[in-house]
């Protein structure tokens, strides 16, 4: 009798959804439903244990704000966003690959001029990023938008210490020169840890998993007739790249922030010798 009603209950709540105009909010909720009462089936939770799922959720919510965003953390540690992404990915072997977003990316990071520093705190080891944006045949493009933020060299965004950190610190939005160029100056990000104070820290605690990420700069590149690509360049002698907090790290995305003992080259780039030097293209597919 039992099991007849649990079967019942589940075609019941997709049939419900029938009259569901958009045919893929339809197929969504059919889907959600059918899993998610194929996992209960199959776990049995008690009463106390779906009211404390409940109550997680909850705790999760009442975390988000505008600067923190707890259920995509959620989504990062549980892999979700990166088997997301790479559904959606496109595929193209020679693009430059994508990855999280992350839960600390702002809508609109401040304009900055090529060669400008993000770093507006000066305590971290100095470094100089710089490279190309290009299409997939190789061809420069210019104009090209790249929306960048990190950690300072602590491992906190400017949202997570308001009063510390100037606003803006560790962001900056550029626009790549008439061959594609961009550049721009900051420090040598941090390890950290993602937020550990809210019940995705709890989760992790209990489960025995670490909350380390490795050291990495955050990247939006976009630029006319081509598909955006959200990426990470990870500094390449970091630790946890083999064991990500949120699954992140691709081997493409792994680069060399080498030291470099040249007076000219910091001159040129306005940094005090020897200096840390990240040297990359990022490489869009066209629409």
């Known amino acids: 009798m039992a099991r007849e009603f649990t079967t019942e209950i589940t075609d ?11 045919p893929r909010l339809r197929e969504l909720l059919g889907a959600l439903t059918r899993h998610l ?3 209960v089936r199959e ?46 990915g496109h595929g193209d072997p020679g693009a430059t690959e994508s990855t999280v977003l992350g839960p600390f990316h702002l809508t609109r990071s401040p304009v900055r001029e090529l060669g400008a520093t993000i770093d507006l705190v000066g305590t971290g080891e100095q470094c100089v990023v710089s ?8 061809t420069p493009l210019p104009g090209a938008v790249l929306d ?30 008439a061959e594609g160029r961009f550049r721009f100056r900051t420090c040598v990000p941090s390890p950290y840890p993602v937020p550990t104070d809210g019940p995705v820290g709890a989760l ?26 959200t990426t990470h360049i990870f500094v390449a002698d970091s630790p946890y790249l ?33 200096f840390r030097h990240a040297r990359f293209d990022l490489v869009l597919e066209q629409a």
Not at 131 to 138: E, I, K, T, Y
Not at 210 to 226: D, L, N, Q, T
Request: aromatic content about 8%.
């Open 12 to 22: 019941t709540v997709v049939g419900s959804f029938s009259g569901t105009a958009d």
């Open 37 to 39: 009462h194929a996992f």
């Open 43 to 88: 776990t049995r939770p008690t009463t106390t244990e779906w009211e404390r799922a409940i109550g997680f959720l909850t705790a999760t919510g009442r975390m988000c704000t505008d600067t923190r965003q707890e259920f995509i953390l959620l989504s990062d540690v549980l892999g979700v966003s990166m088997l997301v992404e790479a559904l959606n």
């Open 131 to 138: 490279g190309r944006v290009l299409s997939r045949d190789g």
């Open 148 to 177: 960048v933020w990190q950690a300072d060299d602590r491992g906190f965004y400017d949202v997570q210490q308001p009063g510390v950190q100037p606003p803006g610190n560790g962001r900056g939005l550029f626009t790549a020169d």
């Open 204 to 229: 992790l605690g209990t489960t025995g998993r670490h909350p380390w990420r490795p050291a990495h700069i955050h990247f939006i590149a976009s630029a006319e007739g081509h598909a955006p690509v």
């Open 242 to 274: 083999d064991s990500d907090v949120v699954f992140a790290v691709k081997q493409s995305l792994v680069q060399d922030f080498a030291e470099t003992d040249d007076p000219s080259l910091a001159e040129e780039f306005g940094v005090v010798n020897p």
